[in-house]
T-cell receptor, first 114, second 111 residues
């Protein structure tokens, strides 16, 4: 049981380039999320999905796009990378079974825009 | 006003000490309260979850929620060097699709 897997772990992009951050989960969770974590700022929600084919914006969606074609995969796309997108990106899935509730996070992608 | 406020620390304690970590919040609709532990260059991992008010204990960890004061706490008893990490509080409202995080408190337990 791998949980939430993110690739790549590290990436350096030049301004204006684009890339896709991959996220996959094997727990059959419907809810999936993308957060970014900046120093001293906590985690901010970029986009989320409540199931295959359904996505919606979070607090800080500008400059990003997502898709959810399957329950397992929730990639995050950066178009025209900007220095403000330098951050650590975390993908998460949510579970709620009986009295248990929580989010399972991936190990993150550390992205630097130069 | 931020949704969630958390003292960033850093907090440094000797091994065996009792640690108290706290968050305050402004949204009275929050019902789900969590504490996450995050080691350096790793993703957050769920430590404690509490629904609504009350206390919850799990081994050396106790989570408390006081909804009347909009205040949550995490207590760590007999702290160990392996507890050295950043602790994040997080909370959400029922039916909501966003989890609001504190900025995290960095804890170091000195052997």
């Amino acid at each position: 049981n791998a949980g939430v897997t993110q690739t790549p772990k590290f990436r350096i992009l030049k301004i204006g380039q684009s890339m896709t951050l991959q996220c996959t989960q094997d727990m059959n969770h419907n809810y999936m999320y993308w957060y970014r974590q900046d120093p001293g700022m906590g985690l901010k929600l970029i986009y989320y999905s409540v199931g295959a084919g359904i996505t919606d914006k979070g607090e800080v969606p500008n400059g990003y796009n997502v898709s959810r074609s399957t329950t397992e995969d929730f990639p995050l796309r950066l178009e025209l990378a900007a220095p403000s997108q330098t951050s650590v990106y975390f993908c998460a899935s949510r579970y709620q079974t009986g009295a248990n509730y929580g989010y399972t996070f991936g190990s993150g992608t550390r992205l630097t825009i130069v | 006003q931020k949704e969630v406020e958390q003292d960033p620390g850093p907090l440094s304690v000797p091994e065996g000490a009792i640690v108290s970590l706290n968050c305050t919040y402004s949204n009275s609709a929050f019902q789900y309260f969590m504490w996450y532990r995050q080691y350096s260059r790793k993703g957050p991992e769920l430590l404690m979850y509490t629904y609504s008010s009350g206390n919850k204990e799990d081994g050396r960890f106790t989570a408390q929620v006081d909804k009347s004061s909009k205040y949550i706490s995490l207590f760590i008893r007999d702290s160990q060097p392996s507890d050295s990490a950043t602790y994040l509080c997080a909370m959400s409202a029922s039916g909501a699709n966003n989890l609001f995080f504190g900025t995290g408190t960095r804890l170091t337990v000195i052997p």
